[in-house]
Nanobody
């Protein structure tokens, strides 16, 4: 009932920037948290950035000051601006959203398919 589609990944040199986007669609009544996670090869998926519907944010220590999460609630879209990228940021980046579906009394946890970010040295 809810689909999340990420875009914006790719190959970038160290020191460069990328902007990821994630659009939620479907039978959406409201969206609470919208987050970005990442999973590097051989590692567990980790939270990169968190945003709430009232625009409060939280970042992993490793990305503070370099990454910025933002939302366009009217478009059900969350962005991740990534600056000063380094090879350690190479991973598949996933969007996650806690969505209240129309005519349901609870939120559902939804994931996108992921977008690859590769940073070359």
């Amino acid at each position: 009932q809810v689909q999340l589609v990420e875009s914006g990944g790719g190959l970038v040199q160290a020191g460069g920037s990328l902007r990821l986007s994630c659009v939620a669609s479907g039978s959406i009544y409201s969206i609470n948290a919208m987050d970005w996670y990442r999973q590097a090869p051989g590692k567990q998926r980790e939270l990169v950035a968190h945003s709430t519907s009232d625009e409060s944010t939280h970042y992993a220590d490793s990305v503070k000051g370099r990454f910025t999460i933002s939302r366009d609630n009217a478009k059900n879209t969350v962005y991740l601006q990534m600056n000063s990228l380094n090879p350690e940021n190479t991973a598949v980046y996933y969007c996650e959203a806690d969505v209240r579906v129309i005519l349901t009394p609870y939120d559902t946890n939804n994931w996108g398919q992921g977008t690859q970010v590769t940073v070359s040295s």
